[in-house]
């Protein structure tokens, strides 16, 4: 056991992650050498993934506000207010590094530690959604990582009891050495119940709460924050271990604690343990905080100060308890068989004191840790602008049906089916959409009002051209929302990035975000929470720029709602949007060409919105029940989606004359939906659309068991069918 | 009707039953596993969906054990209703009150879907608002719902006519590939010898509202209501 007044040596320092300017600034801070357990406080409160050091400054440029949202970033999570006195709070977050490391158990605590985000506030988890990516599939460590990491999510949210009801998965070899789990999480509370962080009141108990501490996780905020390279093997129990079963007792006696009075302020417990959830919580309220360590519940013997304060065990809270409510409290807690131990309270002298075994093991400024943590502006380079690919100058190397055939059977655009029937997707008896639509939709308590959630981004986008890249993955979550009738309201974003040490990926960063900023404000879309992932590269190489968006919104009557299936035969099939038939960096050029080039679609934020704005208001007035969005596949991939999912084909007959017929049908231009109407509406639909200057064109009609595309290429649904619903199945069965 | 639902540390399913029972109009009470009673005059005892004690040892093991189940038990050998749902089936076998066990399902994964079941027998208090043979569109989502007994207690089911439901297509066809879980002669849920206990694995509780997906799951709850009202 190393000894609290070890020498700290430089090699020290590095282990801990801490480059030799940001150690020298702390000794600077508290005017002496730290303690091994100062040492290692700092380097949990100082890394990226907790300080936030490299993004702070840029995250900055985020529009957070609107009259509906009541908690902006700086929370456990952000909430918003839906009406009728109730407020919904979301967060997403990153599992990338653990779960490249231990795919279950990184998944599984990804998902636990996003749940106990919102729960901490007071919000009872009614939904779950995800964005996974992984290598190509031939990668030796995809089907792995893959079984693990599904496994891991669905094992934690079942036994916890929420539905998993939407997510995205796709397949690149940028994350061969990199995988992304986000995992997202979407909780209920009344406006006037809700709980935060910010501890009051001087001398008052700070209460652990949940599951004992072990030595798992140590340090895995650290091993977050840093690059994999071949030892990242040896990495492996700063792995944090979850238990279901744990944190749903936990949630229900945290939630029963909070309807007790109890609870003057709640943390959980996430990365760096301990410390991160005590020093933020005294921070917050401008409060010291004296811990006495000995009071803390362990399942290991003889575990160090230090071991306790950067423990990343799963399954805890801390808490400021009302004085005179200890008895009440432990009792709630002693029902649900979990710990409960008063470890300490909040002092007026603003200094972090930690006690241990008699001694006094760490003595810091409590506010200097968070606000005097290092804070970069780092170099960055813009990304060079691609080529403009003309529609022209694609030539389409088989017949369209070919393509789409192709497409629909493809890694990235197959049915999930494969990962969604292994998430309960329907306990609470909530869900009223299911995943595989454009957004899923949950009804809230017992209605009438829904929620509408999303998860996308679109990555070779970003790196083709951040600013277009950020604006887009905002729109099209915004799209999801619509598409199903929602009315788009915040967002939650966990930004997955490379080194910000290499200007270029912080470039990219830098330009995504300002992409994303802009999308917010144009289409009212606050950023209300978030996560930032850095250092995601293997030996140099980074992953795709992937900024993930959840979104949220809201459908007033949730019995109102669109969804992507074909529904009647002879209906008119309309197509509201531009099209210019772009195939930069389209999924038609990528694999069907084979060619990754070319500027992305551009996103014109004031016709998107105008486009959306309509399209909601038709499925709202009740004259549109079938509604789909356009993106990867352009066209054609949304209307084999569309049949897929009713068993009712289509016949498209109209397509520009000045557009190759790829282009039109692959083209992945933005702002555009395609819906399906009886023909009478449909006409009314046009008449309202001209009126307002919506681009909407009749192409086609509905009926049959095939899918027509023009020149009477006829694929039958069931053969879109088999392509689609058997490409991950297959995959796995080999290798599950 | 007044039905009691337990909840045990982990049961995640029990407001979904809740509401189930509510909308059949029944009174409903949820019941602590500690309690040494039942409420006064309950009908029907319910052991809902979720993972009870974390599935640690074996699914429902522990709760099977649980101090509440003596009176459970009780109401049983009275004659007293019990359902028994997914995880509830699971502590129904493990406390005795039903043979078998029920293992992990054959792919090794957790499933989600909906499924068609069979009504094999519509003269219970369980499935009169059904047809005999009867197929049903409910849901299942569960890992380990693979229900297993030795010869001589299948033999004996069967025989007695104690299988209550089996996994099926849409017109009633007891295939194979309606069995995704592996169960023995694709068993879903099965009776007690007095036809008063019932333990299935899938959830008609979540079908019974078309905003959520169907109705299909309601006849259960309604024939159990109008069996007690009668």
Redo the contacts between chains.
Sequence with gaps: MIRNDVAITPELVKEHGLKPDEYDRFVKLIGRTPTLTELGIVSAMWNEHCSYKSSRIHLRGLPTQAPWVIQGPGENAGVIDIGDGLACIFKMESHNHPSFIEPYQGAATGVGGILRDVFTMGARPIASLNFLRFGEPDHPKTPHLVSGVV?GI??YG????VPTVGGSVGFHPRYNGNILVNAMAVGLARTDEIFYAKATGIGNPIVYLGSKTGRDGIHGATMASAEFDESSEEKRPTVQVG????E??LLEACLELMKSGAVIAIQDMGAAGLTSSAVEMGAKGNLGIELDLDKVPCREEGMTAYEMMLSESQERMLMVLKPGMEEQAEAIFHK??LDFAIIGKTTDTLRFVIKHEGEVKADLPIKELGDEAPLYDRPWVESPKQPVIEPSGVKAPMTEAEALLKLVGSPDQCSKRWV?????????????Q?PGGDAAIV?VEA?PKGLALTTDVTPRYCEADPFEGGKQAVAEAWRNITAVGGLPLAITDNLNFASPERPESMGEFVGCLKGIGEACRILDFPVVSGNVSLYNETNGQGILPTPAIGGVGLLDD??VNASVAFKRDEDAVILIGATQGWLGQSIYLRDVCGREEGAPPPVDLVHEKRNGDFVRQLIRSGQVDTVHDCSDGGLALALAEMAMAGDIGAMITAYPENLPLHAFLFGEDQGRYVIAVDMDTAADILYEAGAIGVPAVTIGVTGGSSLILPGEQAISVKELKAAHESWLPDYMAGKA | MKSAVIVFPGSNREGDVVRALRLAGSDVQKVWHAETELPKGTDLVVLPGGFSYGDYLRCGAIAGRATVMDAVRTHAARGGLVLGICNGFQILCESGLLPGILMRNANLKFICHRQFLRVERNDTAFTKAYAQGQAIDVCVAHGEGNYTADEDTLRRLEGEGLVAFRYSDSHGHVTPDANRNGSMNSIAGIYSTQLNVLGMMPHPENLVEDLVGGTDGRGLFESLVSAKAA
């Design positions: 496994a669905g094992g079942n036994s916890f009891g238990d279901p079963f744990a749903k007792l649900w068989g969604w029937e292994q998430y309960d997707h329907l306990i609470l008896g909530n869900t009223v299911t009804r209605g949730v019995t």
